[in-house]
Antibody, heavy 120, light 111 residues
Framework: EVQLVESGGGFVQPGGSLRLSCAASGFTFSSYSMNWVRQAPGKGLEWVSYISTSGSTVYYADSVKGRFTISRDNAKNSLYLQMNSLRAEDTAVYYC?????????????WGKGTTVTVSS | QSVLTQPPSVSGAPGQRVTISCTGSSSNIGAGYDVHWYQQLPGTAPKLLIYDNSNRPSGVPDRFSGSKSGTSASLAITGLQAEDEADYYCQSYDSSLSGSVFGGGTKLTVL
């Protein structure tokens, strides 16, 4: 079964850091680009970051650029999101999603999400 | 303010047909980028519903269909069922932002 499982969410104070993980199974992880997408409470979906199959190409939404770092370990079938200088507005459920196609991609497999709460 | 504009809500009775619009601009849908649709049932993760404007992944009923024209796209749901009650999101690529963009989402209520 194709599956993505996020972990690492939690409660953190403003200015703090968290590292999210996404474990992939049931498919050849190294063959797919990956995304992080978040959803603030009661709000819509927001694309956060993209990483190519090898990790050589990464993109970030302006809202997280310079604070978040996406990475992957293909040997461990894992995707990561290092989040630094966290703000209250980063509070959200964070989903990892498998990307299909390099340009104008879509996301065909999603994890169940992990919740990040930034509050003092 | 989302880059892609969707109506906040739509509703319909069981068996009826509803449509959800997604309006973009010349840097995304109007530039020729494909539109994809996701369904998010209450309390669950999004699920791919339509890709490349009008294609359905395996397992998605043919009651769901998509189309695109100019700077807009639409999702149509026919034979509305109670289990269709969910939030629906469109997604595309924006060249000026160099990234993926979503619509604000539309809540479908089955009356």
């Amino acid at each position: 079964e194709v599956q993505l499982v996020e972990s690492g969410g939690g409660f953190v104070q403003p200015g703090g850091s968290l590292r999210l993980s996404c474990a992939a199974s049931g498919f050849t992880f190294s063959s797919y680009s990956m995304n992080w997408v978040r959803q603030a409470p009661g709000k819509g979906l927001e694309w956060v970051s993209y990483i190519s199959t090898s990790g050589s190409t990464v993109y970030y939404a302006d809202s997280v650029k310079g604070r978040f770092t996406i990475s992957r370990d293909n040997a461990k079938n894992s995707l990561y999101l290092q989040m630094n200088s966290l703000r209250a507005e980063d509070t959200a459920v964070y989903y990892c999603a498998r990307v299909r196609r390099a340009v104008n991609y879509y996301m065909d497999v999603w994890g169940k999400g992990t919740t990040v709460t930034v509050s003092s | 303010q989302s880059v892609l504009t969707q109506p906040p809500s739509v509703s319909g009775a069981p068996g009826q047909r509803v449509t959800i619009s997604c309006t973009g601009s010349s840097s995304n849908i109007g530039a020729g980028y494909d539109v994809h649709w996701y369904q998010q049932l209450p309390g669950t993760a999004p699920k791919l519903l339509i890709y490349d404007n009008s294609n359905r992944p395996s397992g998605v009923p043919d009651r769901f269909s998509g189309s695109k024209s100019g700077t807009s796209a639409s999702l149509a749901i026919t034979g509305l069922q109670a289990e269709d009650e969910a939030d629906y999101y469109c997604q595309s690529y924006d060249s000026s932002l160099s990234g993926s963009v979503f619509g604000g989402g539309t809540k479908l209520t089955v009356l």
